[in-house]
């Protein structure tokens, strides 16, 4: 009976993440003064692209129709291992954090490999961008989760969240701050959020993540997409956990880590909402911020006690 929980909040990951960028819309839509989509459209738009025939040119390989499926099974395979509201995963290990961020890796060089497979110019263009602002976004966030593994004496994501309580926020409030500011800077451009990215644009010289995705259709578009909503989840779980105070009821914890999921996609909502986008040249000094407040909050513990 122990493996039930984290088999529930794992299905209820992947049930719930299209509802984060519903939210996102909604929220968008609201400060624009308009009706805007439904909440749950892209539950609509996944329904009706796996019901459709997918095209594909007759230049592209075996790569290119095998670059959706890999992409969302890395993504499938590190919500198995990431924590619930703090709650140990049926994959959880000593070390996770860096196998994640390995699987998140073969993601985007799974979406890379389909969209160069294609022969565009445009996916060539967005391939080469995605793979320069990496560079930045990745050391960020890998010394993030480093700087958690030290403040917290844990080198499992679980033990690392599980760890973080009030006394512990009360003992390294601005390291953690630190941290909370720079994996919400890396959430906007690992997910193509304003002010790094718009998912929206219709501008094939300023895409980045949507130029990978032009000649895709059918159910390999709705591969991209569901995988686009499972790596929104994954980054805004890592601050709902942050900030999620535990109660110890099982059931009351994961009803505010889903709210506080809810909060994240309010928040992406409201800085899409107040920012235009950044010029692409600028994009590298915003995800370099995320690092310098990462490798901070580093430092700033390496003179501290060890956790535990």
């Known amino acids: 009976m122990e493996i039930v929980k984290p088999i529930s909040q794992y299905l209820a990951v992947m049930i719930l993440s299209p509802l984060l960028p519903g939210v996102i819309n909604r929220v968008k839509a609201f400060f624009a003064g308009r009706q ?12 009706k692209l796996f019901n459709k025939t997918p095209v594909y040119s007759r230049t592209t390989t075996w790569v290119f129709r095998a670059g959706p499926v890999a992409g969302v099974a890395a993504l499938v395979t590190a919500l198995a291992v990431l924590p619930f509201a703090g709650r140990p995963s049926f994959l959880a290990f000593d070390g996770d954090f860096i196998f994640i961020i390995y699987l998140l890796g073969l993601a985007r060089f799974a979406t ?39 403040i917290t004496g844990h080198t499992s994501l ?4 599980a760890a973080l309580t009030g006394d512990t926020w009360r003992a390294a409030a601005p390291v953690l701050a630190l941290l909370t500011v720079s994996f919400f800077i890396v959430l906007l ?3 193509s959020r304003v002010p790094a990215d718009d998912p929206n644009t219709h501008l094939e010289l300023t895409m980045i993540h949507e130029a990978m995705a032009l000649d895709h259709s ?28 535990h109660s110890g009821s099982w059931a009351c914890d994961c009803g ?11 928040g992406v909502g409201l800085v899409e909402s107040v920012m235009a986008r950044l010029r692409l040249i600028n ?26």
């Open 189 to 191: 451009a690992e997910n």
């Open 256 to 266: 505010l880590f889903v709210l506080l999921m809810l909060c994240v996609a309010v």
């Open 36 to 47: 805007g989509p439904p909440l749950l459209q892209l539950y609509y738009d996944l329904y």
């Open 158 to 161: 679980p033990g690392m969240f």
């Open 112 to 150: 890379v490999l389909a969209a160069l497979d294609t022969g565009s110019a445009f996916e060539g263009m967005g391939s080469s961008r995605e793979m320069q602002f990496a560079v930045f976004s990745e050391p960020a966030f890998f010394l993030g989760l480093a700087a958690l593994a030290r």
């Open 218 to 245: 059918g159910p390999d578009l709705g591969y991209i997409l569901y995988g686009a909503s499972l790596k929104l989840w994954l980054f805004g779980s890592l601050i709902g956990s942050m900030l999620l105070p």
């Open 283 to 308: 994009v590298p000094y915003m995800l370099i911020t995320a690092f310098a407040f990462s490798a901070l909050a580093l430092i700033f513990q390496m003179g501290r006690p060890v956790k535990g």
